[in-house]
Nanobody
Framework: QVQLVESGGGLVQPGGSLRLSCAAS????????MAWFRQAPGKQRELVAS???????NYADSVKGRFTISRDNAKRVVYLQMNSLKPEDTAVYYC?????????WGQGTQVTVSS
């Protein structure tokens, strides 16, 4: 059974930091491309950052220079370090794993940026 379990969300003040984690089980983690998406109320789900199985990364323009995606294949975890958070970063953050036609999603973790 494939599971992607996100953690690390919460309430943070503007300018603060959070680190999200996504722990994977049931897949050969190292061959999967991983990504973080987010969905704010009333908006479509959007790509935040991605990391390929070889470690290449890609970021949405809105988070470049503030967020960093990384992975630890030994621990089967992908991270999203979020710095200089803004109220517009408030959303549910989802982890995604894909390889060829296999696509899996986590259940999401809420991030709220507010004073």
């Amino acid at each position: 059974q494939v599971q992607l379990v996100e953690s690390g969300g919460g309430l943070v003040q503007p300018g603060g930091s959070l680190r999200l984690s996504c722990a994977a089980s049931g897949i050969s983690f190292s061959i999967y491309h991983m990504a973080w998406f987010r969905q704010a109320p009333g908006k479509q789900r959007e790509l935040v950052a991605s990391i390929t199985n070889s470690g290449s990364t890609n970021y949405a323009d809105s988070v470049k220079g503030r967020f960093t995606i990384s992975r630890d294949n030994a621990k089967r975890v992908v991270y999203l370090q979020m710095n200089s958070l803004k109220p517009e970063d408030t959303a549910v953050y989802y982890c995604k794993a894909n390889f060829v036609t296999n696509v899996y999603w986590g259940q999401g973790t809420q991030v709220t940026v507010s004073s």
